[in-house]
């Protein structure tokens, strides 16, 4: 298995600018994380979705953030205006609701907003 | 809500020795997973070992342990015979217990491990 994809890796846009990134999660799995890191307050999650419906979404920090699920192995979070302030990796991971909860990680992407 | 609690935000060790990274936690569940994941430079989350709380017996995983103290809510992990390519971001993360499902994990601020020669 290919483990989870995210695109893009390294994402440069301007304030203002709307941003999309990407997430396909392991085949199988049937639930995805998404979880932004900064230096600032470190690892926390955005949202995430069981069988392709947002279960958790109180870690979306204001309406700019959105996220979908349309269907088991695409997701996309997007930010319309971005603001520097997002600047950020975020991460994407996926599990399966059966097991011990192990989260496999995608490699992130790296968001800067100048 | 549960936090962790992860206090030293730098370790060093020498190849071949021993270190261990301390984490706490607070939670008023009483079944709940414990992870430690490990984040080189390639930033790629990797997860070192995890720790069911309804076992009593620590986890091992090769060169990497935990220490678990339920009633103390204390997760530590132990590298023996430390490697140079351990040298890395360490976070501990919670998550609860659901049956059947899956919930978010909860992570430590991280520690820098760092391996010297």
């Known amino acids: 298995d290919a483990g989870v994809i995210q695109s893009p890796r390294h994402e440069v846009t301007e304030m203002g600018q709307e941003v999309t990134l990407r997430c396909k999660p392991i085949s199988g799995h049937d639930y995805l994380f998404w979880y932004r890191q900064t230096m600032m307050r470190g690892l926390e999650l955005l949202i995430y979705f069981n069988n392709n419906v947002p279960i958790d979404d109180s870690g979306m920090p204001e309406d700019r953030f959105s996220a979908k699920m349309p269907n088991a192995s695409f997701s996309t979070l997007k930010i319309q205006p971005s603001e520097p302030r997002d600047s950020a990796v975020y991460f994407c991971a996926s599990t399966v609701g059966y097991t011990y909860n192990e989260q496999f990680f995608g490699p992130g992407t790296r968001l800067t907003v100048l | 809500a549960q936090t962790v609690t992860q206090s030293q935000p730098e370790m060093s060790v020498q190849e071949a020795e021993t270190v261990t990274l301390s984490c706490t936690y607070d939670t008023s569940e009483s079944d709940y997973y414990l992870f430690w994941y490990k984040q080189p430079p390639s930033r790629q989350m990797i997860l070192v070992i995890r720790q069911e709380a309804y076992k009593q017996q620590n986890a091992t995983e090769n060169r990497f342990s935990v220490n678990f103290q339920k009633a103390a809510k204390s997760f530590s992990l132990k590298i023996s015979d430390s490697q140079l390519g351990d040298a890395a971001m360490y976070f501990c993360?919670?998550?609860?217990?659901?049956?059947?499902?899956?919930?978010?994990?909860?992570f430590g601020t991280g520690t820098r491990l760092q391996v010297t020669l």
């Open positions: 993360a919670y998550s609860s217990y659901l049956t059947g499902t899956a919930s978010k994990l909860t």
